[in-house]
Nanobody
Framework: VQLVESGGALVQPGGSLRLSCVAS????????ITWFRQAPGQGVKWLSG????????LYENQVKGRFTISRDNAKNTVYLQLDNLKPEDTGLYFC?????????????????WGQGTQVTVSS
C-alpha cells in the first residue's frame, strides 16, 4: 500500500501548481483521499478531501475557491490544483487514504500517508 505525491515547487505569489497523488497496492476506487499540509513549525492541517467516486469534495475555508481536488480512478490518481497561491500556503503537502469511501475530517483516522511534496510560495 503506497501513496506518492509529486508536483511541488517554488512558485511566486499568485501562481499555480498541480499536485498529484498516485496510489498503489490497494483498490483505489474504494477509498476517499484527502490532502493535508504541514507548514514550517506547525501541525498537520486538513485541506481538502474527495470521496471514493469523486462526486463529493470538501475544502478547508482558507483554500476554498483557490484549490480544486479531483481524481481519476482509472489512473489511481488524485490531483490538487492550487491557484492564486499565497505565502501562507507554503508547506509540505501530503495525501492520505481515508478509512472508507466517505470523506473524513479526522487525521487520526488515516492509516496510509505519502511522503509529501514541498510547496514554497515566495517572491
Amino acid at each position: 500500500v503506497q501513496l506518492v505525491e509529486s508536483g511541488g515547487a517554488l512558485v511566486q505569489p499568485g501562481g499555480s501548481l498541480r499536485l498529484s497523488c498516485v496510489a498503489s497496492g490497494f483498490t483505489f476506487s474504494a477509498y476517499a483521499i484527502t490532502w493535508f499540509r504541514q507548514a514550517p513549525g506547525q501541525g498537520v492541517k486538513w485541506l481538502s478531501g474527495i470521496d471514493s467516486d469523486g462526486r463529493n469534495a470538501l475544502y478547508e475555508n482558507q483554500v476554498k475557491g483557490r484549490f480544486t481536488i479531483s481524481r481519476d480512478n482509472a489512473k489511481n490518481t488524485v490531483y490538487l490544483q492550487l491557484d492564486n497561491l499565497k505565502p501562507e500556503d507554503t508547506g509540505l503537502y501530503f495525501c492520505a487514504r481515508a478509512p472508507g469511501r466517505d470523506i473524513n475530517l479526522l487525521k487520526e483516522k488515516y492509516d496510509t500517508w505519502g511522503q509529501g511534496t514541498q510547496v514554497t510560495v515566495s517572491s
